[in-house]
């Protein structure tokens, strides 16, 4: 599944509960099942996928949410929250270090291009 087609399905499935007229536990699974759906899909890791479910599920507790909070945004707000907890590594990102040769691989570089960064001398 394309990035594109991963967005649309979460918005798909956030739009459907915003136009639902009682958010009540069943309107969160579907929406979860939904946003579920569409990572798995996209080959994203199942462990990462229910972590993140489980968490929004801990996090988001109809039950004891008070009257007057606005359900719809609390979920929103948590999905958000926990989709970009997953695309957070944790740790920081790689940078060469000046003097010391490092190996970088690139996937999908074309015949052409990387003819054209070995004579510069770039491989």
Known sequence: ?????????????????????????????????????ALLQSDVQ??????MQ???????NLEHLAAGHNKRRIIQNTIFNELCKMLDPGKPSFTPNKGNPSVVMFAGVSARTGRVMRNHGGV
Do not use: H, P, W, Y
Not at 15 to 30: F, G, P, W
Not at 54 to 60: A, E, G, L
């Open 54 to 60: 489980t968490n929004i599920k801990k996090i988001v």
């Open 46 to 51: 199942f462990k990462l996928v229910r972590d």
């Open 1 to 37: 599944m394309v990035l594109a087609e991963l967005g649309g399905s979460i918005s798909r499935a956030l739009q459907q509960m915003s136009n639902a007229t009682v958010i009540d536990e069943k309107v969160l699974n579907e929406c979860l099942n939904e946003i579920t759906r």
